[in-house]
Structure formats: C-alpha cells, structure tokens
C-alpha cells in the first residue's frame, strides 16, 4: 500500500521514501517494478498516463522510471524501471522525483477536459490524454458540435480563473448521487470506501482521481483540433494548447 501523495497535492516534485518490495520483470524487454512507503507518482487510469522520473538512491545512483502503473486495487502503486536496471533493496530509502515539465502539461489537459465537460452538455463515452493533445468522446449527434463555440466556451472558461479543488464523499454518497458520474466507460476509483471527486468552481463537480491544476487560468489557451465521428454514440473533440 503506498501513500498517494499526489492526491494530496498535485503539485509536489519529490519525496522520500522507504522501499517497500520490488517485483521481478512481468515480462521480458521490462524493467523491475519499485513499491514505495509513499509516492508522488501518479499511476496511469482514468485517462491519464502514468508519471515518469527518476529514483534516486543512497549511493548516487539515479534509475529511470519509465511508466508508473496500479498494481492490485487502488493502492499499490508500481514504478516500472528502464529494462536491465538494478533495482534498490526493499528496505532502502529513496528520493523519488517527477518529470514535472511533463505532469504539468497533463495537469493542464485534465483540468481542460473538465472544462470540455461544462463546454458540451452530453455523456461522456470515453476520453484520453497525452503530452501534447487531449480528448473527450460524447454521446451527442455530430451537428450539435460547434467547433468555434467549443473552443470560444473553453478560453472564457480557463481565462475566468476558475478554483479546482478536490474533496472525498464515501461510496454510500456516490451511489445515493449516480448523476455525478459523468463519463460513461470508466468507473470512479473505488476501493477504499471514499471517492475523490473534482470540482471546478460553477461549472463542473464529478469523481475523478487524477491530478489538475489549482486554477484555470493556469491551463493557458486551448484550441479545439478537430472534431470527428468514432461510431454512432462517440463524437471525439480533441484539444491542443495554443501554445
């Protein structure tokens, strides 16, 4: 089980932490798996990728973490290492660090596809995200996406500086309010009897574990890509940074 430190805030770089196991190679051309006591790694889900960094240990060496990724449940948190890397020994301490250029740029996309959320009122069938785009798919006919109102909505939206804060209700509260799950294909992290959800001021409150950004005039300008059909209930919009 390790201390999601990232859920406690986003914008933390680094820690130190103990060694808590470390997994043999899943498969060949991979590299050890790394627990640790806490992190400030995000672990790929909900659209999101995992972090990656470094570890660095005692004795000056840095290893590589190429992917971070669940293990089993919602708490263990597995840092892969580069193939062919000595891993550390469980019981050592380590400083873990993030490539925060990297997470920041995710922040921004996440918290800009919550935006996404209050700009096209329909289900949200799907969505992913990546250094340098975004999407949302919606269950919504094709004609009713405007791509210059979308994108017009996203930059008053981000330009207003929005508050974004997080707060937990329990699994009971969750299934007592199923309208707060706003997309369809992924399910609330669940796990550990409460759910993380995301609100962003006046506009958008839903579960959602990953990390964003304080504010949105933190994201800075968007534009809308494009706009196409992926089947009949999944319209993608996809978004970029002006930038």
Not at 185 to 205: H, K, M, Q
Request: proline share 5%; net charge negative; aromatic share 4%.
């Amino acid at each position: 089980m390790s201390r999601a430190l990232f859920r406690e805030d986003a914008y933390l770089r680094r820690c130190t932490a103990r060694v808590d196991a470390v997994h043999a190679p899943a498969a060949e051309g991979q590299g050890h798996a790394v627990e640790l006591e806490a992190t400030v790694f995000y672990p790929t889900g909900g659209g999101q990728p995992g972090d990656t960094g470094v570890l660095r240990l005692a004795d000056g060496r840095e290893l590589r973490v190429t992917d971070t990724r669940k293990g089993e449940g919602e708490t263990q948190i597995l840092h892969l290492l580069e193939p062919g890397a000595a891993p550390p020994a469980p019981g050592d301490s380590v400083e873990a660090e993030i490539d925060w250029e990297r997470r920041h740029r995710l922040m921004r996309f996440h918290t800009a596809l919550h935006l996404l959320c209050a700009a096209v009122p329909a289900p949200v069938t799907g969505g992913r995200m990546a250094e340098d785009k975004a999407h949302l798919d919606f269950d919504i006919e094709m004609e009713k996406l405007d791509k210059d109102a979308i994108e017009a909505k996203l930059n008053a939206l981000a330009a207003a500086g929005l508050a974004c804060s997080a707060r937990w209700i329990s699994d009971a509260e969750l299934d007592a309010n199923p309208q707060l799950v706003r997309t369809m294909s992924v399910a609330p992290p669940r796990g550990t009897g409460e759910v993380r959800l995301l609100e962003v001021a006046g506009i958008d409150l839903q579960p959602c574990g990953g990390t964003h950004v304080r504010n949105t005039a933190e994201i800075g300008r968007l534009q809308v890509a494009r706009i196409r059909s992926e089947g009949k209930r999944n319209k993608r919009v996809t978004l970029v940074f002006a930038d």
